[in-house]
């Protein structure tokens, strides 16, 4: 493709807010070093601990997304302080982000910390949220066999079905036979679904289902279903279930330029305001941002400030896509609408552009979407003009992975 020879990387980022701003993920922890082993300083910080459903695996409140750090001296310095749970994913870095765990935690006692991986299935309909028969009992296993090898463990403490895009996916049966059997063998203390949409309708699939010990879920105050989303968690909290809250930070920026950012302490306190929620993994990429989201443990409550942001924040456009869906049908293409959006706030809310190429090249797009509508049908419940976002962000396509990662 010509135009691919002159897109590259810094092409893509020259013309977007994050060449601007020059904002890389993780710059400011390079050349950082820690010491391993018992985290020292925890015995000065406050901790505040929940336990975690029927696991009964007792965490911090604030814990750590994995994604989106790829510096171990990251990670060394979150054990060090004392968090415990570290979440990462198959698919998270094109499986580097297991990889630097496996290696630095080798170094770690393994009663210190627990971690959870995920799997997504293959075979997945976007646009139905349903599996093909691609999906199988055999192709969970080897992702998961997989990420064993990389995270050089024995055991995980919580294995993810990681983003099933319906009920019916949720409780998918191959899926499921694969997770119980690897429970069995003790590779997996605990089972869980994560989700990104459709959370009440998940949760209820994962209470019904039996199976799973663990619901994953994105929760955060810009979500315009709370009073429904906190009925379901508290619904699977009685029926024993841990609950861990991402997405805390609904998208980290108000605005693609960055000038208006979320107030992490604040996002991250209200999704913890909820004594259902027993953790939350807010993606750290930088000593800063450990340092702020643990220190809410200093003091729990929401200041009047901070409760001023979350009520003028509910109310803003952001870059945070509440997944609820309804632009699907709306959209005469049935382009993924919520996936595009996601793929966004991965572009200009964390800056992974990785994450966000991934996931768009997983969409099978057809090319240039958006351009040859005279007019848009979506009307956004969030106010996106979701057609300039996606001209905006399937740009990225163009750029060649290698340039990316
Ligand atoms: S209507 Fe808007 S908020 Fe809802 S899923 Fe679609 S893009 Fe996201
Ligand atoms: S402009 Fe894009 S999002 Fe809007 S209807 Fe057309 S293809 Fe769908």
């Known amino acids: 493709m010509e135009k691919q020879s002159k897109l590259n990387r810094r092409g893509f980022l020259k013309s977007s807010v994050i060449g601007a701003t020059g904002i890389v993920v993780g710059q400011n922890v390079l050349g950082r070093t820690t010491k391993t082993n018992i985290p020292e300083e925890e015995k000065n910080e406050k901790i505040i601990y929940r336990t975690l459903g029927k696991t009964g695996i007792k965490l911090p409140i604030v814990n750590m997304g994995v994604m989106r750090a790829d510096n171990p001296n990251l990670v060394k310095a979150a054990l060090k302080k004392g968090i415990k749970h570290l979440d990462t994913a198959h698919g998270y870095q094109g499986g580097r982000n297991e990889e630097m765990l496996g290696k630095l935690l080798m170094d770690y006692p393994r009663d210190l910390y627990t971690i959870a991986t995920k799997i997504h299935q293959p075979g997945l309909d976007r646009k139905t949220g349903l599996y093909s028969d691609e999906a199988t009992e055999e192709t969970f296993l080897n992702m998961f066999e997989i990420s064993m090898k990389r995270l050089n463990l024995e055991y995980v403490d919580i294995l993810f079905h990681h983003m ?164 699907v049908e709306q959209c005469t293409k049935t382009l993924p609408v919520p996936d595009l959006m996601r793929a966004y706030m991965y572009t200009y809310g964390y800056s992974n552009l990785e994450k966000a190429h991934q996931l768009l090249v997983s969409l099978d797009l057809p090319e240039n979407p958006c351009t040859d509508c005279r007019e848009c049908t979506v009307n956004c419940t969030s106010g996106f003009n979701v057609a300039e976002k996606i001209k905006d962000v399937s740009r990225l396509i163009e750029v060649p992975e290698d340039f990316i990662a």
Not at 210 to 218: E, I, K, S
Not at 279 to 298: N, Q, R, V, W, Y
Not at 306 to 315: D, F, L, R
């Open 164 to 327: 099933p895009g319906s009920r019916e996916s949720t409780l998918h049966e191959p899926t499921l036979n694969a997770m119980k059997k690897v429970k069995k063998s003790g590779k997996a203390k605990f089972l869980g679904v994560s989700t990104h949409n459709r959370e009440p309708e998940m949760i209820q699939a994962a209470i019904d289902s039996g199976v799973y010990d663990v619901v994953l879920v994105a929760y955060n105050f810009k979500q315009d279903n709370v009073e429904e989303m906190n009925e379901a968690i508290d619904k699977a909290a009685k029926a024993g279930l841990g609950i861990i809250a991402m997405k805390t930070m609904a998208g980290g920026f108000y605005d693609k330029e960055r000038q208006h950012p979320v107030n992490t302490k604040a996002a991250l306190k209200w999704a913890l305001q909820n004594p259902n929620v027993h953790t939350a993994i807010p993606g750290f990429t930088s000593f800063d941002h450990l340092e702020e989201s643990f220190s809410i443990m200093e003091n729990p409550e929401l200041t009047n400030e901070e409760k001023e942001h979350i009520k003028k924040g509910e109310s803003l456009v952001s870059l945070y896509c509440k997944g609820c869906r309804e632009c």
